[in-house]
C-alpha cells in the first residue's frame, strides 16, 4: 500500500526552485573528473575482463591511445559505448 503525501503549491513551488538551483550547479561546474582512464578503470566501468576489453580494441568497438606500453581509453568513448548498445526496457504487466 502507497501512502500519498500531500503538499501545498508554495511549498512545491520551493522543491521545484531548489532542485533547478542544485541541477544548474552541477551542470555549470567545471569538469574536475579525469578524460582518460587506464585499462583497469574502463574494464571496471564496463563490468568485462581483459580478454573483452582486448576484443573491443581489436574489433575497432572501442579506440585507445597507447603510450609505453600502457593503453588508455577517453572517458567519453566508454560512455559512447555503452550508449550504443542501450536497450529500451520492456513494459511488464504485474500479474
Known amino acids: 500500500m502507497k501512502n500519498l503525501i500531500l503538499i501545498n503549491q508554495e511549498t512545491l513551488n520551493e522543491f521545484n526552485f531548489k532542485l ?3 541541477l544548474n550547479q552541477l551542470e555549470n561546474k567545471p569538469e574536475t573528473q579525469k578524460e582518460w582512464l ?46 550504443q548498445n542501450k536497450v529500451i526496457g520492456f513494459n511488464l504487466k504485474s500479474a
Open 38 to 83: 587506464s585499462a583497469n578503470e574502463a574494464m571496471q566501468i564496463l563490468g568485462i575482463k581483459q580478454t573483452t576489453l582486448w576484443s573491443y580494441r581489436k574489433e575497432g568497438k572501442l579506440t585507445f591511445t597507447k603510450v609505453n606500453k600502457k593503453v588508455y581509453f577517453l572517458k567519453k568513448d566508454i560512455f559512447k559505448l555503452l550508449n
Open 20 to 22: 533547478d538551483s542544485i
